[in-house]
């Protein structure tokens, strides 16, 4: 099972052009972090990243110019394989709720081995805070030692608190978008314009890119309309679903029901739904918890918020 990689990233043209000048300056750490909402492409930055640094002696290197990735770079082809004998992938598994040691342990390996033709070889760990405490532990005793011919990219999402004692080991980049610069991306990444699909600023100043996208593909295979907002998207999706808890895009609903909560006191704040809102995220929060019935809460921010 390979992975996606983007050939061609947006807005992280000085972020790149930093990290090129460490490099060519021989100052490129050999331990970060690359923090910053999830969805910015921030996982695509990294992978851009490397791929710049492995194809520096290749047919087809990286284009620096444009941000791009050549597709016929060998590289590219061997890390979206998962067989580059440099490159290894540390990720959460889908459905797991952490990182487990053994993934960790499995890594061992990989960093004790002789890199291919003395190269520098790259660990990069996505979704750093679902590191649980044993793989937190184990991870910091490998990127203690010092190996000049080892790179380690962590990737975290800020939602998430940073471990103090990952912090004090690796430097941090972090990484945000404006409102204005997250409608340009979307206009890029995207067949349509986000002022002809969406109305209003308010999604883009909430949302990031990815969501923005994944955004898109939900209301496409609902079949919503243009000129879309939070409201009636929100009066569609539980008109159409009768208030199934659809997993796929369980995040965007919730995402959806802050924004609309935040619309709704925008201009006169309601105590009423200012208790409402702390109730129904602890109440979601332990049904998530204890497995229950999602539907039914739901089905309260219909009847109880939506609808009046």
């Given at each position: 099972m390979g992975i996606v990689i983007q050939k061609k990233i947006y807005g992280y043209e000085d972020l790149f052009s930093y990290f090129q000048k460490l490099e060519l300056n021989n100052k490129l750490p050999n331990k970060f972090i690359i923090s910053g909402k999830k969805g910015i492409g921030k996982s695509s930055f990294a992978y851009h990243l490397i791929n710049y640094l492995f194809t520096t002696n290749?047919?087809?290197?990286?284009d620096t110019v444009n941000l791009e990735i050549n597709e016929l770079n060998r590289s590219f082809k061997l890390i979206q394989n998962l067989s580059h004998p440099n490159f290894y992938l540390i990720d959460v598994d889908e459905g797991k709720e952490n990182?487990?040691?053994?993934k960790i342990r499995k890594c061992f390996e990989f960093i004790n081995r002789s890199s291919m033709n003395g190269d520098r070889r790259i660990v990069l760990i996505d979704n750093i805070e679902y590191l649980n405490i044993n793989s937190s532990n184990a991870l910091l005793?490998?990127?203690e030692e010092p190996n000049e011919k080892l790179i380690f990219i962590l990737i975290h999402n800020s939602s998430y608190k940073l471990l103090d004692t990952l912090k004090s080991?690796?430097?941090?980049?972090k990484k945000n978008f404006s409102e204005k610069e997250v409608i340009s991306i979307f206009d890029k990444l995207s067949d349509e314009n986000y002022v002809n699909l969406f109305h209003g600023n308010?999604?883009?100043?909430?949302?990031?890119?990815?969501e923005?996208?994944?955004?898109?593909?939900?209301?496409?295979?609902?079949?919503?309309?243009d000129k879309l907002n939070t409201n009636n998207i929100l009066h569609n999706y539980f008109s159409n679903q009768k208030n199934k808890?659809?997993?796929?895009?369980?995040?965007?609903?919730?995402?959806?029901?802050?924004?609309?909560?935040?619309?709704?006191?925008?201009?006169?704040?309601?105590?009423?739904?200012?208790?409402?809102?702390?109730?129904?995220?602890?109440?979601?929060?332990?049904?998530?918890?204890?497995?229950?019935?999602?539907?039914?809460?739901?089905?309260?921010?219909?009847?109880?918020?939506?609808?009046?």
């Open positions: 290749e047919e087809y290197k990286y990182i487990g040691i053994e005793k490998v990127i080991r690796c430097i941090l980049f308010t999604l883009a100043r909430f949302m990031t890119v990815g923005l996208l994944f955004l898109k593909e939900f209301c496409e295979e609902n079949q919503f309309k808890y659809d997993k796929k895009y369980y995040s965007i609903i919730i995402k959806l029901i802050q924004i609309y909560l935040y619309e709704k006191n925008l201009n006169s704040f309601d105590e009423s739904i200012y208790t409402w809102y702390k109730s129904f995220f602890k109440k979601l929060a332990e049904a998530k918890k204890f497995n229950l019935d999602i539907g039914n809460l739901f089905f309260e921010f219909k009847t109880k918020v939506l609808n009046e």
